[in-house]
Each structure stands twice: as structure tokens, then as C-alpha cells.
């Protein structure tokens, strides 16, 4: 079985290098791959019991890589969302990915990351800042929302 250690989690994102303004890096384009797309499903939850993230990193050859991460600080839902994303991104990255496919249950964090929606919570903007510098590491990549029924397998990780 393939493995790769797991990207340590993010801190909680620098409130002072966010900016809301920030141009959106395009996620929207007509893909075309010269070689086949990676497929990183991510969701992130909070609850009394404390806050975590689920990942799901899937490559050619039927790579699969899992990942539950528990943080040690408190996280409301988006930003445990974002903490899966980034995570993601960088173990994708990691990976040596050109052609990444994102997939989220999370309207918010989908429509941020595509530019529809904006933030007015700097502390989500500073994650949204550090998801969209990573995003030009990739040929290309694109995110779309999924149903939760579709997130199941990585819902149970988080």
C-alpha cells in the first residue's frame, strides 16, 4: 500500500496577512489534462467534543491516501473546512499533483474559494488568503461543491 506521512495541520490562520480584496486565483476553466486529475474530497466539523478534519487524497493507479486530523485549538466549522482544504492542497502538492479536483459539501468555503462569495470574518479570509496562494502550484485545478451525501466516506474521518 502506497503511504505518505500526513502534512502537519495549519495554525490558525495570521489574521494580519489576510485580505478580503484579494484577487480570486481562477479556479474555473475548460480542463484539459495531459495526464489524469487528482481528486481531494475534504470536510471539516466542530462540535462540543472539540474540532477536526477529514481528507481523502485520490491519484492514478488507485493511489488513496486518508487522513483524520484532530486539532488542539478550537475551530467553528468553516474554518476546521479550510483547515482540510489547505492540508489538502499541500499533501496534493506534496504529491507531485499538476491536475487537482477539489470537492466540499461546504457552500461557503466552494463560493469563497471560487471568488462568488466574500468574507467579512478576517479570521476565515486569512484561511481563504493562504488557500488561494497555493492554488497556482497546480496546471490546473477546479472546485465544486458536493451533496454531503457524496462526502460520506470523508465526513467519517472528521
Request: glycine share 6%; with cysteine; net charge negative.
Amino acid at each position: 500500500m502506497f503511504s505518505t506521512p500526513a502534512p502537519e495541520p495549519t495554525e490558525p490562520a495570521n489574521v494580519s496577512e489576510a485580505s478580503t480584496n484579494a484577487a480570486p486565483i481562477p479556479v474555473r476553466a475548460v480542463l484539459t489534462w495531459d495526464e489524469e486529475p487528482w481528486i481531494l474530497h475534504v470536510d471539516g466539523s466542530s462540535n462540543q467534543r472539540g474540532s477536526g478534519a477529514g481528507l481523502i487524497l485520490y491519484g492514478p493507479s488507485e493511489v488513496k491516501l486518508e487522513y483524520a486530523l484532530l486539532f488542539g485549538f478550537e475551530a467553528s466549522n468553516n474554518e476546521a473546512e479550510y483547515e482540510a482544504l489547505i492540508t489538502g492542497l499541500n499533501l496534493a502538492k506534496e504529491m507531485g499533483t499538476k491536475h487537482l479536483i477539489m470537492c466540499s459539501d461546504s457552500q461557503q468555503v466552494v463560493n469563497q474559494v471560487n471568488g462568488d462569495y466574500e468574507t467579512r470574518d478576517s479570521t476565515i479570509a486569512a484561511y481563504l488568503t493562504k488557500a488561494r496562494e497555493i492554488l497556482p502550484g497546480f496546471n490546473s485545478c477546479f472546485i465544486r461543491q458536493i451533496q454531503r451525501s457524496e462526502n460520506a466516506e470523508v465526513d467519517a474521518l472528521s
